[in-house]
């Protein structure tokens, strides 16, 4: 088994797009997987580290948002 995130680069630019809403409404889903996939599959598993992957971009996408909006009009 090989270490999904550490040979897979990250891509928080994918979620970016989206609102902070539907970023709430898909980290909801994804972390509902993601413990569904810690029932089924063993810990560090392939399926499990890539969906924490995504969980991890999601969260950086996040905070940028939350970050560029905080931001003065003025320094944009």
């Known amino acids: 088994m090989n270490d ?15 609102t902070i809403d539907e970023n709430g ?7 509902s997987g ?3 996939q810690a029932a089924v599959y063993p810990a ?7 969906t ?3 969980l991890d971009d999601l969260l950086q ?3 940028g948002s ?3 909006e905080r931001e003065p009009e003025a320094e944009r």
Do not use: N, V
């Not at 999904?4 to 989206?18: C, K, N, R, V």
């Not at 409404?25 to 972390?31: D, F, K, M, N, R």
């Open 4 to 18: 999904i995130q550490a040979t897979t680069p990250g891509d928080p630019a994918m979620f970016e797009p989206l």
């Open 66 to 68: 939350m970050q560029a």
């Open 61 to 63: 996408a996040r905070r």
């Open 25 to 31: 409404i898909l980290w909801a889903h994804l972390t």
């Open 44 to 50: 560090r598993s392939e399926p499990w580290q890539e």
């Open 52 to 54: 924490g992957g995504l």
């Open 34 to 36: 993601w413990y569904k």
